[in-house]
């Protein structure tokens, strides 16, 4: 039997980060993965190939929508080849996973191909390609989540489908119901969109993306009603039946009317469930909550000792990047070190055009919380970068304590804010004031000027370019 120091299983962005560290940090390390390809949800059907379809279809809308106005005349009729868009994506895939493999290499770390469950706090079975028992005197579960669903709906992943599904259809929907108004269900609709598809989206929150700032939510709405999304929030789903090539979906609006939509096809995209089929926790002593989370403590330490759990299926936010963090977190903790992450301050991002970012409290939460603060914006029309390139939408928010002049919270929506957000992070960590911001030199022309001027807005509100 193999003896390992660390044991990961699960080999998404959490778990893989995990392994890599403990093998940076000197223990002898496996990964075990049950699928045949390594980087878990985020690499194979989650977020790299779900930006892929974002920007080929970016490139599609730009090309029928602003290409002429940049002078750029393509002769003939432009088309969709949705068979090469979906192909390109599983390249970029492909040579994403292939990336895993080669740092699996790299780091010396053994491969285990299977479901892998506990026998005890120790020892862990294999069961599938690589069958085989191993020992570990530290286990870090990693397994991250899978789509949620509602009871009543049965996913045929033909018609009523998932987000799974939605990255390699083999046709454009004529049109396509969306569950869900949150991240996963915006993005791919608006992948769809682009390509010709009629949308509509079915929320039951009063809003879009109900976690984020209102102000985010409310500029996002009115971009998509202008791309000619159909928007249908505080809608409670009650049935979802497949007649033949049909899917029919019956909901009450917010007087409690019955309504009812038809299209081609229905993503289910409610939200995420922590996965722990097959992982035998209960043997290990491992706990789970009520949600089906793993319980852990602030050092993401199960109640069995040796054993550490991140990610998706722990508490918090199902972030790839928050599963990363975790991961170095949890190598360093059981090498003898004392590191730490601040949650205030892991970053949101919504990846439609515009982008949304968030770093910190929303308006509503400093509310809630009794906290005095005061709000700088500035939009990003008024740049002559977002002119110069047509990205007009959006505005970038700096909250800032009222007495102090800490930043609070960050919240953008316009071009390469998934980017611009980073400046928001770096200033929080440091704890820097808006006064901080303003006071900094930002290149000309960028969007990230956005920034300055909403710091200058909040600082003495005399943002100078509106």
Not at 93 to 109: Q, Y
Not at 218 to 237: D, I, T
Not at 378 to 401: E, H, Q, T
């Amino acid at each position: 039997m193999s003896k390992y120091d660390v044991a990961v299983i699960g080999s998404g962005p959490g778990g893989y980060v995990a392994a890599i560290r403990c093998a940076q940090l000197g223990m002898k390390t496996a990964i075990i993965e049950k699928y045949s390809t390594l980087g878990g949800t985020c690499l194979n059907v989650g977020c790299i190939p779900s930006k892929a379809l974002l920007d080929s279809s970016h490139h599609y809308d730009d090309a029928i929508k602003h290409f002429k106005e940049h002078g750029i005349d393509i002769p003939g009729e432009i088309k969709v080849n949705l068979k090469q868009m979906i192909a390109r994506k599983q390249t970029v895939v492909d040579t994403t996973t292939g990336g895993i493999d080669f740092l699996m290499k790299k780091n010396k770390i053994d491969v285990y191909e299977g479901v892998g469950s506990f026998i005890d706090a120790t020892h862990i079975k294999v069961t599938g390609k690589d069958a085989t028992k191993i020992e570990a005197t530290n286990t870090i579960i990693a397994t991250g989540s899978k789509p949620s669903s509602l009871p009543f709906i049965n996913i045929d992943k033909e018609r009523i489908i998932t987000s799974t599904e939605a990255l390699k259809l083999k046709e454009i929907p004529k049109h396509m119901i969306i569950i869900g108004g949150g991240v996963i269900g915006l993005e791919l609709g608006q992948v769809y969109r682009r390509l010709g598809a009629e949308v509509s989206i079915v929320e039951y929150m009063d809003r879009i993306i109900p976690t984020m700032d209102a102000s985010l939510s409310k500029e996002l709405n009115k971009v998509f009603k202008k791309a000619k999304f159909k928007m249908n929030v505080s809608h409670k789903v009650k049935s979802v039946e497949r007649v033949g090539d049909e899917v029919i979906v019956k909901a009450d609006n917010k007087k409690g009317e019955e309504v009812e939509f038809k299209g081609d096809y229905c993503l289910v995209s409610v939200g995420r469930r922590p996965y722990t089929d097959g992982l035998n926790a209960e043997a290990a002593g491992v706990k789970l909550t009520d949600r089906g989370q793993i319980e852990t403590n602030a050092h993401l330490q199960t109640s069995a000792s040796n054993i550490y759990a991140i990610g998706d299926v722990v508490k918090g936010a199902m972030l790839a990047h928050k599963a990363s963090e975790e991961g170095s977190m949890v190598a360093e903790i059981i090498a003898g070190q004392k590191p730490h992450i601040d949650y205030n301050l892991i970053p949101g991002v919504v990846y439609t055009w515009p982008e949304v970012a968030a770093v910190g409290k929303t308006e509503e939460q400093l509310k809630e919380a009794g906290v005095a603060y005061k709000s700088g914006s500035f939009p990003m029309r008024a740049l002559g970068r977002s002119r110069a390139s047509m990205d007009i939408d959006g505005f970038v928010k700096i909250l800032a304590d009222e007495k102090t002049d800490e930043i609070l919270g960050v919240h953008m929506i316009g071009a390469r804010c998934a980017d611009l957000i980073a400046e928001a992070v770096v200033a929080m960590e440091y704890r820097a004031s808006a006064e901080d911001i303003s006071r900094m030199s930002h290149a000309h022309p960028t969007f990230a000027e956005a920034i300055k001027e909403a710091a200058l807005a909040a600082t003495e509100d005399r943002a100078l370019h509106v």
